[in-house]
């Protein structure tokens, strides 16, 4: 069973940083490429980041370019986003998600998200 | 700047059928052969229900069909029931590796 369990999140001033975890289990990690989403409170999802499955490709959003680092470590099964420079409208359920097998920009599997706050 | 457009809200009674549309506003998202749609339970994570317009992953109920026409991409929910209350997304690759999501619509079954 494929299983993506985030972990991480919590209260951040504005200006500060954090990181999310992500453990994926039930599947060949390294053989997918794997994506970021947020979902900010009572509002839409948010593409912002995907990665290749060997990390050396990485696609960003425009509203967390610079800001946000997504890595992965095929050794231990697992994601993490870098988050710096926080800003309030950083605030959401950050989810981490597994490609569809047909391509990178559907996502299949999701966990359960990981709330990140900003606010001072 | 690239958007989805979705009706905030559909409804339907059970049996019945409902469509939600997803309008793009630029040329690239109208090619619209990369289209896909979520299904979202309150508090739950988003599910893939359709992918590449009209495809269904596996597990997914073939009461759920995607289409599209035009600039216009649409998911139909046949024979409504219950557990099909729901928010729903529709999403498209855009070119230049970037990915948007439509504003969500919220099912409503009477």
């Known amino acids: 069973e494929v299983q993506l369990v985030e972990s991480g999140g919590g209260l951040v001033q504005p200006g500060g940083s954090l990181t999310l975890s992500c453990a994926a289990s039930?599947?060949?990690?390294?053989?997918?490429?794997m994506t970021w989403v947020r979902q900010a409170p009572g509002r839409g999802l948010e593409w912002i980041s995907s990665?290749?499955?060997?990390?050396?490709?990485?696609y960003y959003a425009d509203s967390v370019q610079g800001r946000f680092t997504f890595s992965r470590d095929n050794a231990k099964n697992s994601l993490y986003l870098q988050m710096n420079r926080l800003r309030a409208e950083d605030t959401a359920v950050y989810y981490c998600?597994?490609?569809?097998?047909?391509?990178?920009?559907?996502?299949?599997?999701w966990g359960q998200g990981a709330l990140v706050t900003v606010s001072s | 700047q690239s958007a989805l457009t979705q009706p905030p809200s559909a409804s339907g009674s059970p049996g019945q059928s409902v469509t939600i549309s997803c309008t793009g506003t630029?040329?690239?998202?109208?090619?619209?052969?990369?289209v896909s749609w979520y299904q979202q339970h309150p508090g739950k994570a988003p599910k893939l229900m359709i992918y590449e317009v009209n495809k269904r992953p596996s597990g997914v109920p073939d009461r759920f069909s995607g289409s599209k026409s035009g600039n216009t991409a649409s998911l139909t929910v046949s024979g409504l029931q219950a557990e099909d209350e729901a928010d729903y997304y529709c999403s498209s690759y855009v070119g230049s590796s970037n990915v948007l999501f439509g504003g969500g619509t919220k099912l409503t079954v009477l």
């Open positions: 990665i290749s499955t060997t990390g050396q490709t990485l």
């Open positions: 039930g599947f060949t990690f390294s053989g997918y490429d």
């Open positions: 998600a597994r490609r569809h097998s047909s391509a990178w920009y559907y996502f299949e599997y």
């Open positions: 630029t040329s690239d998202v109208v090619d619209y052969k990369y």
